[in-house]
């Protein structure tokens, strides 16, 4: 008898560590984008993206409900379409990319705000400055990739900061470049 009840429990705790398996999962840099926008003369919304980034999440529920978001950004692949914008950016005046290249982020909580939709807060460095910050996320569903057959998680990010908590660009006041930057960050992610 009691070996019977030492061989279920054994296969208890078994099914419920293959149940509670972490995974990573990594983004499809091909259906992933990072943007961001601020408002022009108080008139005019100017967009940009970093083109280079990596994203990862770790979390061993389905929902993602524990999940730990992380991403590093790379500061040298600013775009908003106009190079000599772009440049400034990457200055000192802004960004100052030589010294500072990396913008990095890595979660401290996830909270539910209803159905699949969360409060991610986390720390966010850019320009030397560390804070914390909340962002809204949407959770999009997983599904099994037609083609590769692996899992896919799609997720949207969106928030707004001041830049000057970053300490980015002081010399350029709104309404000239507004403080509040709107972030909006659509991935998909491979789990394995």
């Known amino acids: 008898m009691k070996k019977t009840i030492l061989i279920a429990l ?6 419920a560590a293959v149940q509670a398996q972490t995974i990573i999962w990594k983004s499809d840099k091909a259906h992933s984008k990072l943007t961001f926008s601020v408002v022009h003369l108080g008139i005019s919304d100017v967009e940009g993206l970093f083109r280079n980034f990596d994203a990862s999440i770790t979390a061993s529920k389905a929902d993602f409900s524990d999940g730990v978001f992380e991403l590093t950004a790379d500061v040298k692949s600013i775009d908003t379409e106009i190079e000599m914008r772009d440049n400034h950016l990457k200055s000192p ?8 290249d990396k913008i990095t982020f890595k979660s401290t909580s996830i909270k539910s705000a209803g159905k699949n939709k969360y409060t991610l807060s986390g720390n966010l460095t850019m320009h030397g400055v560390t804070k914390p910050v909340s962002m809204n996320l949407v959770y999009r569903g997983t599904i099994v990739h037609p083609m590769n057959k692996t899992n896919v998680a799609g997720f949207q990010l969106t928030g707004t900061l001041n830049r000057s908590d970053f300490n980015i660009g002081p010399n350029f006041k ?13 991935g998909e992610f491979s789990g394995k």
């Open 93 to 100: 005046d802004f960004f100052d990319a030589e010294k500072f």
């Open 174 to 186: 709104a309404p000239m470049i507004s403080d509040e930057v709107e972030i909006k960050a659509d």
């Open 10 to 15: 054994v296969a208890l705790l078994s099914q």
